[in-house]
């Protein structure tokens, strides 16, 4: 076993570090000047010294620095560590939130002086989505997640599996992956940090805050493009838009209900469009974790069931070796002599279809659902073999006490022989089928997966559009408003 260990870490070291994109690079770099910026909003403002407020600021303060650990690890290529800490943010944010709305003076005071909460984390959520009129997403989100990030926080097969790459121990984080991670950290910190300010009476701070959350992700390509409209619609390139145009956009210089609802919902829009992003990355990676889970068992019956074939067949073949080595050096041995060894070997036939089937079976057992034609197929094929079996006991037992006549035994014995030799092609025809199945089936869960991730870059555009506007069409403070 010491060897084993020894020999995949070696390969582990031997391995070459994966190069990180340069988009990548880019990103770790928005998301960390956008923590980064919330420190000098921070420090501008005065805070009152009471136990609610100075707990949300030891909260928010505990958060950037995991934030800032997170990036530290991915860019060192320690991307397990770095996702052990989605929880801590997470459950950070969620605590943060609750001391900062929802709990009493009294609930407050417990936790300072008891390091207690009475509410469990579902509590929490609940509390979260009626305090901050969220309807039930916080309640939903940990239903949905809570599991996956506890298993990899604490090296459940979430965190495990991602472990190896084949057969070598090698980190196998994909770059979408750690740019979701990263993504779902830095807005989590934002959110409290802005909720946070608004609740002190800090709006344009907390405005401060919510420009932030388009600075990095997709959102910031995308307010790029917007930005290059807005400049050519000055005249400032040689693709201007024509006058035209511009009466649809003027629609929102007039008061109206929409602009109102705007201006007072500007804040709410962006932090909906920035929980929608981190809600699709947790979903998406549920969905991988399932498909992964079944592929891999899926795979991995194949693979036992090929190995266990090879290692009977070779077998079978170093028995045949033997059996004729023995005969070469004794060629005075009688005929019943000889009538054993060829039932023999018709037994170890019978054998290895046995356990053919059975390791049939188990990798039928690994298909989701039941397979009807599969299974009527391998109970005729069992149905086969216990008429092999019991030709075969019927033919020893009659050489054995000499009810059949040597003459007619070595017939018996041919004829049996024939009936198995059919026996395993059948179970070797029916091996390929149960192959065949089980790649279609690993293949339908990778189209799942694909098109769910092409339904995930959907709502990420819709999560950020959200935001977006929600900045530019909610220009106007709610101070000025009221």
Known sequence: MLSVIVALLGRRRKRKKKRMTNELKEHLIRCEKAVQSTKPILAKRGFPDDYRTVTVIGFISVLIEHQESVLLLVMHNNVGSASALVRPIVEGAFRGLWINLPATDEEVKKFNEKNKIDLEFGDLATALDTAYGMGDFFQDFKTRTWKHLNSYT?????????????HEVASNYSEDEIYEMTTTVTTMVLILTSFFLKKQGHVDSADEIQALLETYGPVADKKKAVDQVSHESKGAGPHVIPTEAAPPVAVFDSPSRFRL??????QSLSLVGALIVFS????????REEVKDTVDSLQAA??????????????????SIDAYVEELS??????????DNELSGV?????QGKRNLDNLKRMIDKLPGTDA????????????????FESTKTVSQGVADGSIRMERSAERIAAVGNQTSD????????ADQVIERSDEVRKAEERKYRRYTILSYFLYAIGWSLALFGRLFGMDSLLEES
Do not use: C, W
């Open 280 to 287: 699709t990355f947790v979903i998406k990676d549920a969905i």
């Open 330 to 339: 004794n060629k005075t041995d009688s005929a019943l002599d000889y009538l």
């Open 373 to 388: 034609p599969l299974m009527s197929s391998l109970h005729k094929l069992e149905e086969d073999y216990d008429a092999a």
């Open 423 to 430: 026996l395993l092609i059948e179970i070797h025809t029916f």
């Open 302 to 319: 194949e693979d036992v069931f090929v190995t266990r074939s090879e290692n009977e067949e070779t077998a079978l073949t170093l028995a």
């Open 347 to 351: 037994q170890k036939t019978v054998l």
């Open 154 to 166: 604490h090296g459940g097969m979430h965190q495990i599996g991602r472990r190896f790459v084949k």
């Open 261 to 266: 609802f705007l201006k007072r919902h500007r």
